[in-house]
Every structure is written in structure tokens, then in C-alpha cells.
């Protein structure tokens, strides 16, 4: 039963990431790649109609692991408070700016929203990286110092960075050089997704820059993922435990190298949502990957005293885990049909239908 | 540990009171916008359409101010409350996220083409999301007021011997005594709200001698709405949820109504006073004999216990803060019903349009709605307090351990500030979008 909710949490934040993601790159490309007007309201047009959907994904998300590991829940949530709360005022200033920026027609305040939710992506799509970093190298739970444990067991709490930024130093930070390399993957990597849904949903001028950028960012982010698996490895060795014992999670890293790999096409692609597909399956396949070198793992624990916080001692118990699976099955058809509809009611390129006005 | 607790309770009682002025209005204002679309379909008047999606427009940005301050909400258990939120996580951690499964993607998905899809939907269709916005924002409602009967009321739990809670029933947390009553007398409360809303905007337009037709409309519609909604919201709902705090919580009850000593010959209802603590007794009151005995047990003489009858451990923490904010509530709550009253008196006899002082109240009456909801939840919580779950968790059990009081303070003051620009750009463009009114969005 743990296991099963793991799964429906691994897919669930998967989820996020692929719809939220393209939001956050669309963001970050609106920065620095849209240049007039014309083609910043076609980047905010492209994700008018979808962000809001897509960012209850997280909001769900965090209901479910609150109710299924309410201990990993507590432990993570007050142990990474500084960037979290960072986290929460970016999503506030990115909202804010997208909604706001269409309400008064006027330069000045369009190009202050505009540069918000810019920012607030761009650094919100730094920030998840560095998370993930995070909880993949682990965090020292109990605060434990010479051998003794300063808090309760699964508590910790982590100041955004110390002088030295090794991530293997005792007294860790939120940023260090490992953790900084991932943000700076996940940055890449949104950024191409971002692209590739503009593409998809318009048909603004921006289209034909985009395609030779995704090619160079795409060399940058290859490097940069062989780089991170090497680190990876050198911080965190047993990663690659399950992978040895079970063959089958390797389709992971498989999906994942497709996908990159197929981005390299993009100038070729005749259809425009291949594109996309291809970014999804990247992040899917290296989002699942990091999920399968971590089981049971949910935070890895730095010390040898305190046990790493997993699925089974991190859970609710067993009849709550089997109650929630009743509404969930019920309520997750109900999400997967409204989803249909959305797509199928907006779908097709914005300026073909011109919903993007209102 | 003191001024922990203290900036930890700042922070939550803050982002919360400013969570709550959006979602009150959006919850009464999606019913009043389903009931503009229907009167379109089956009258096919534009008039009503162009109401609906007039609404829509303040629905909109109230519900985009939801659900941005609403993210913190979330957070701030882990954050602020890590301890709550291990130990009970996986009762209340259930209706929070059955209320991000079932109702935000409801909400999100059909807003989304409610705004950007008339024309791709049609009519009936757009009447149809229009409809699921309005489930999915009560449902919502239902849920988190199911989360917060649990605490007020706990049921279907076990506490194992790590001190966590452990569900034992999962159909006790939705047949729980607390919830329908709170349920309605908060969904009443919300529509007061929108009904308030909707009527001052009408006042506004008729007294500046703009949109007259939709100022007229407006009044009709929040006046009757409001109407309703202002007497449900006394009887039978409040009425219901006082019987449940007498039954559950009698020393809660004594706090609020501000009863230190048990009169055993039928007890007083006080309209004004002030509670003294260090008498223990309430000063310059005014009061009706009887008339809570009455009220509460339909008998006059009835017995009610007063404060002085329990010890003073279980007190609630803040008994004067407490006593004020629901005798605010109540107040607020009976005048309603009074201007409320007169309007559809005046509505009924066809003079509401042209009666100034009634739509000069009418329109500067949009803050007491807003203060008497704050003041509801304020009772409700201060009622609770020291428990977090009550009687059985103490509020400085439940706070992060490893969280300091500087962080805490830090991030409380972020949220000041942050909140304080939201809302100031917000007054500003809801004001704008009234002032440009439906008329001018329809030639847009």
C-alpha cells in the first residue's frame, strides 16, 4: 500500500512538472527570447487557459503526501522553510503577474508583470532543481553533531547555503555546487519545453527562433546531464543500487535519453507537437529515474544514527492509506476526464480560434 | 519558545484572514453567477448574459487572489506547524487533499472555459462550466470545513502510542455532528457577502446615474439574495452551530456569550459589555433575562454553565478577543437582516430604485459583511484555542521544533508586506472594472 502511493505521488508531481513546466519555460523563453509585444502576448496567450489547471497539480500533490507520508510531509516542509517560503512568494509573484498584466493597457505596468512572471519562472525552475537536489543527496535528520542527536529524529533544518557549498559537508546547505548543477538542468530543460508548447500552441513569429535555440540549448543540456550523472554518482553511490538489482527501471533512463536525444531532430520535425513530446519524455524519464534510485527512499539521512525517512516509516496507517485509495481512483477519473475536455476545447493553435482573447 | 508560538500564530491568523476575504465572495458570487446565465438561457435577454460575464470578470480576480494567498495555507503546515501536521497528518491531510482531488481541478479546469470559451462552447455548455465552478468552489467550502470540524470535533481517530492519530473511520469525518451545521452557516455567510457585493455595485451605478439597467438588476438580484441568505444565516444555521458549541464545547460557550457565573434561574443574553478578567466578571452590560436559556434549550428557565464553573486550564486562551469577535458577528448578523429586510420591503413596493438613504447604506455597507465573516471564523478559532485538536492536542504541541522564532518572524513580515501590494492592486483593478461596468466590456 505505501508502495502504491509512492507511485501515485511520483506521477503526480511528473504530472506537474510536464504541465507547470512548460508554464514555467514559456515564462523563461518570454524573457529573453520575445522581443516585441506582439510575441509576449502570444507567449502569455499560449498558457492563458492552462497554467491555472496546471499548477493545482502541486497543490494536489502536496494534499497527497501531506495525507500518505504526513511524517515525511513535517520533517521536509519545516526543514526546508527558508526556500519553501522563497518558493511560495514566487508562485505568488508569477501568478500574480499573469493575471494582472492583461487588466490595465499600459506600457509600463505591462513590462513590470511581464519581467515578474519572467523572473519568478526562471527562478522557480532553479529553485525545483535545486530541491530535487536536495533530497536526492539527503539531509542530516535529527541534527545530529560528534554523535548525538541535537532534535527529534526525523526533524533537520537547513539554512540556504553555507561558506564551503559541498554537499557533502556536515553542516549542509540548501545550495551547493551538486545542487546548483541540477537547478541549472532543470532551468535548461524547461526552457526547451516551454519552447517547444509556443510552438505548438501559435503560430507567432517567435516559432522560427525557437527551433535553432532548442538545438543549442539542447548541446548544453546533453553535457551538462552527463556531468550531473557523474556527480550524482560521486555524491550519492548507492543511487544506482536498484538499477543493479532490478533491470527493468532502466526503461527510465532509456525514455529519458530518447527524448533528449530526439530534441536534437527538432529542425526536422513536420508535425509541431513532436517537439513537445519529445521534452515530456525527458523529463518523465529522468524525473522516474531519480523516483526509482531513490525507493524505498523518501529522504535519504547524511548521519549513521538517524534512519533515512522511507515509504514505510514515513506513512499513515494502513487504513487510512486503503480508505484514501477509494475517493482517489474516483477522483482521478474525474481529473483525467476534465483534462480531456480541457485540451479538447482549446485545442489546436490559439491564433486559429482566437481564444487566447477575452 | 513564547514569541515562537506567538509570530507562529501572527503568521497562520494573518494569511488566513487574508485567504478568506476572496474565497467568501467567490463561493456566494458563483451561485449568483450560475443563477444570471440560467435567466439568460431561459429568457435569452443579453442583459443577463452580460451580467454573468461581468461577475465572471470580479469572480475571476478574486479567485486568482484565492488561490495564490490559498498555496500558503497548504505550506504552513509543514512549515509552521510540522508537529501538527505529523501527528495528525493523515486524518487532515485526507480532506485537504480530497479538496485539491475533487474540487480545484473542477474549479481550475472550468474556469478556464467558462472565461475563454463561450464561443467554442455555446450556451448551454458555457451555463454547464459555469455550473462545475460553482460545485467545485462549494465543494471546496465542504471540505475544508470538514478539516476544521475534525479539529473542533474530533471523530473516527485512534491515538497509537507514538502520539499520532490514526484514522479509524473514514465516513465519521463526513457524518461529524460539527460539520453541516458550520458547513451551511459559513456557505450563508459567504453568499451575505456576494449578495452585499452584488447590491452596492447596483447602489453605486443607480447614485452615479450610470448603467442604470444593470444597476437595477444588480439590486434586485442582491437584495433578494441577500434577503435569504441573511435569515438562514441566524436561523436555523447559527442557531445550530451555538447548540453544538453548548453541547461540545460548554466552556467555549460561557467565553463567547460572556457568562462567568451559572445562573441557575435561566440565563441572560448580553448585547453590550466588557468581560473583565481580573473580576472574572463582565462589565456595563446590557442584557435580556432569560431569553439564552431560551435560545439555546427552548426552555426559560434552563441552566448555563458560566466560566467560573471549569478550571481555568481549559479556559479559552484569549476569552475577551473571543467574546468580541462573536458578539461582532452576531451583531453585524442581526443588522443585516435589518437593511436587508427594508430593501425588499422597499423592493417589493417598487421604491428601492429611487429611495437614496436606503442605496447610500446599501453601498457603503461592502466592509461589514467582509468584518463579520473574519469576525465568525475568529469565533470559531478562538473558541477552540488552546487546542488544537480539540481537548485532546494542545496548540505548543503542534509547532515546527527545529524552526526558529527569527525565521518565523522573517516570513510573517514577508507576508505583510506582499500582502499588503496584492491588496492594494487588487482594490485597484476590482474598482476599475466596476467603474468601466458591463456595458463597456460588452462593446470590447
Known sequence: ?358 | MEDMILYNRLQFAFTITFHYLFPQLTMGLSLMIVYFKFMFLRTHLIHFNDAAKFWMKIFALNFAMGVVTGIPMEFQFGTNWAKFSELTGSIVGQTLAMEGMFSFFLESSFLGMFIFGEKLLGQKLHFFAGFMVFLGSWASGYLIIATHSWMQHPVGYEILENGKFALTNFGALFSNPWLWPSYLHNQAGSLITASFFVSAVGAFYLLSDRHAAFGKLFLKTGVVFGVISSIVVAFPTGDLVAKNVVKYQPVTFAAMEGIFETEDGGAEIILLGQPDMINKQLDNKIAVPNILSFLTYQRWDAQIKGLNEFQESVHPTNVPGLYYAYHIMAGLGTIFIAIMSISAFLLFRKKLYTTKWILWILMFAIPFPYIANTAGWYTAELGRQPWLVYNLMRMVKGVSPTVSSGNTLFTFLGFVGLYILLGLLFFMLVLKIIRNGPAIKAAH
Open chain 1, 1 to 358: 500500500m505505501e508502495t502504491f502511493w509512492f507511485v501515485v505521488l511520483v506521477v503526480m508531481l511528473a504530472t506537474y512538472i510536464v504541465l507547470d513546466g512548460y508554464d514555467f519555460g514559456a515564462g523563461i523563453v518570454h524573457l529573453f527570447v520575445a522581443k516585441n509585444d506582439e510575441e509576449r502576448k502570444a507567449v502569455t496567450n499560449a498558457i492563458g487557459p492552462f497554467w491555472d489547471a496546471n499548477e493545482v497539480w502541486l497543490i494536489a500533490s502536496g494534499g497527497v503526501l501531506f495525507f500518505a507520508f504526513p511524517t515525511l510531509y513535517a520533517s521536509s516542509f519545516s526543514g526546508f522553510y527558508l526556500p519553501l517560503m522563497l518558493v511560495l512568494w514566487l508562485l505568488i509573484f508569477r501568478a500574480v503577474g499573469l493575471e494582472l498584466r492583461g487588466q490595465l493597457h499600459n506600457r509600463l505596468w505591462e513590462r513590470v508583470w511581464d519581467t515578474a512572471f519572467g523572473m519568478a519562472s526562471l527562478l522557480l525552475a532553479l529553485f525545483f532543481g535545486a530541491a530535487l537536489g536536495n533530497v536526492v543527496r539527503g539531509v542530516n535528520l535529527g541534527m545530529v553533531e560528534n554523535g548525538v542527536s541535537q532534535q527529534e529524529a526525523p526533524y533537520f533544518f537547513l539554512p540556504l547555503w553555507n561558506p564551503t557549498f559541498d554537499p557533502l559537508a556536515a553542516h549542509q546547505g540548501i545550495i551547493d555546487w551538486f545542487t546548483i548543477v541540477l537547478g541549472v538542468v532543470s532551468v535548461l530543460s524547461l526552457s526547451i519545453h516551454g519552447a517547444n508548447w509556443i510552438i505548438l500552441k501559435t503560430n507567432s513569429t517567435i516559432n522560427a527562433r525557437l527551433r535553432p535555440l532548442i538545438f543549442k540549448l539542447n548541446v548544453i543540456l546533453l553535457l551538462l546531464v552527463i556531468a550531473s550523472a557523474l556527480l550524482w554518482h560521486y555524491v550519492r553511490p548507492v543511487a544506482i543500487s536498484n538499477f543493479k538489482q532490478y533491470y527493468w527501471l532502466w526503461i527510465f533512463p532509456v525514455i529519458a535519453v530518447i527524448g533528449l536525444l530526439g530534441q536534437f531532430r527538432i529542425r526536422a520535425f513536420k508535425k509541431d507537437y513532436s517537439g513537445f513530446i519529445c521534452s515530456s519524455l525527458f523529463i518523465v524519464g529522468s524525473f522516474g529515474s531519480t523516483a526509482a534510485s531513490m525507493f524505498p527512499n523518501l529522504l535519504p539521512s547524511t548521519n549513521s544514527i538517524n534512519p533515512s525517512l522511507t515509504v514505510h516509516n514515513a506513512s499513515a496507517n494502513a487504513y487510512g492509506l486503503s480508505a484514501g485509495l477509494s475517493w482517489f481512483i474516483v477522483a482521478a477519473i474525474l481529473v483525467i476526464v476534465y483534462f480531456i475536455i480541457q485540451f479538447r476545447v482549446f485545442k489546436g493553435k490559439l491564433d486559429d480560434v482566437g481564444y487566447g482573447e477575452h
